[in-house]
């Protein structure tokens, strides 16, 4: 009889320890909570500013000021790779599409010709590195016609073309009468000329002129990281007006094009006389066959 006693006082203790450790885990699982809940509420009162975009985007747009806009969102909410200012954004162009709304992320916009210097170095599709309202135009060259292969993507040239003349009229009586004249004038075609890419290195994104990285205000923008020379690339592209473009490719098909490198930072452009061979070669050169 006593050990049946005996025995529900020992199971009445063990009920309350486990009353009492039941309890005391409760007490801890409400506190880490409270912490928890606590940490979490101070988390979502630290903002941070993130640009996002006003309007739906399409691929290949360009940013405006009225694209975008910063808005303070909780810190946990920001994405890492998400713009802080839209003065980082203003000029770029969209890789893919983006949404009303949407935090704009690194990832999703490219840098262009317009874009600032620390945007530079990356590899884009040419029509990224085309200036606005500029055209890219490819010319063929030779280490011979391109300044002995030296010009470099986002070089700054002159563009000289060589073209045979014929001259009609050469008899009094037959005004049908012609003589052709070969390489017989040089003409400055195009001056201070954007080189977009050499062969199939493309320059990389360009400053603005007057940001960091060019020369002084009003001069030719200076890449950080300028490509190597490829002496023997077959074709320079380079960056013109529509009307330039026409001019261009007419004087190609007409003569044979040469590209004058210009200094960095020299940016004047002046009007350049055509010469002819007889200013070259004088005429009383002595006659080999003696007539």
């Keep these: 009889m006593r ?35 606590g ?75 317009r874009e600032v210097p620390w945007a530079g170095g990356e590899e884009l599709p040419l029509s990224y590195v085309v200036p606005p309202d500029q055209r890219a135009l490819s010319v063929q060259v030779s280490e011979v016609t391109g300044a002995g292969g030296l010009i470099l993507p986002g070089d700054f040239v002159d563009v000289i073309g060589v073209f045979d003349v014929t001259f009609y009229g050469i008899k009094e009586d037959d005004p049908t009468s012609s003589e052709d004249f070969d390489d017989y004038v040089a003409v400055t075609v195009l001056q201070n000329v954007q080189v977009l890419a050499v062969a199939q290195e493309v320059a990389e994104a360009l400053p603005e002129e007057g ?30 007006t529509p009307a330039e473009a026409q001019k261009l490719a007419l004087a190609e098909e007409m003569g044979v094009l040469k590209l004058s490198l210009r200094p960095v930072g020299e940016t004047d452009e002046s009007t350049v006389p055509a010469i002819v061979n007889p200013e070259i070669l004088p005429s009383n050169l002595p006659n080999p066959f003696g007539r």
């Design 39 to 113: 940490e979490e509420t101070a988390a979502s009162d630290t903002t941070k500013p993130v640009v996002v975009a006003t309007e739906d985007m399409s691929a290949r747009v360009r940013i405006t000021a009225e694209m975008v806009e910063v808005k303070s969102l909780a810190e946990n909410a920001v994405h890492p790779d998400a713009f802080s200012s839209t003065d980082q954004l203003i000029g770029m162009v969209t890789r893919l599409p983006i949404t009303e709304g949407e935090q704009i992320l690194s990832s999703k916009v490219a840098a262009t010709a």
């Design 3 to 37: 050990n049946r006693i005996g025995g529900g006082r020992s199971g009445k203790a063990v009920l309350l320890l486990a009353l009492f450790l039941g309890l005391i885990s409760a007490v801890l699982v409400y506190v880490y909570l409270s912490q928890a809940e």
């Design 211 to 240: 940001d960091d990285g060019t020369t002084g205000e009003g001069s030719q923008p200076v890449l950080p990281n300028p490509a190597d020379p490829n002496p023997d690339a077959t074709n320079v592209t380079l960056a013109v």
